[in-house]
């Protein structure tokens, strides 16, 4: 089970978890990433799917500046 939400602070917009995770990851209204999933808003508290775990693991080893946080459980 994994819980993931994006350090914006870090994120240089470079699109790659988007890419590797369309139904995960979006950019925001600044132009960051952020987490899209099931509204989650990047709050970190919603249980990505199984099923998409694999995406959300490319997705992280994706990002050039390792932004991509995830936990085992929710953030908040
Ligand atoms: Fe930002 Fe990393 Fe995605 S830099 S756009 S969170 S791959």
Redesign the pocket.
């Known amino acids: 089970s994994k819980y993931v939400l ?1 350090k914006k602070d ?9 890419s ?1 995770a369309p139904e995960i ?1 979006d ?1 925001d209204d600044d132009g ?2 952020e987490v899209i999933f099931e509204g989650d808003n990047n709050k970190g508290v919603t249980l990505i799917s199984s099923d998409l775990l694999e995406e959300l693991s490319d ?1 992280v080893d ?7 946080k995830t936990a085992a459980a929710p953030f908040a």
């Open positions: 994006v870090s994120c240089i917009a470079c699109g790659s978890c988007g590797a990851f950019f960051l990433a997705a994706s990002c050039p500046t390792s932004c991509i």
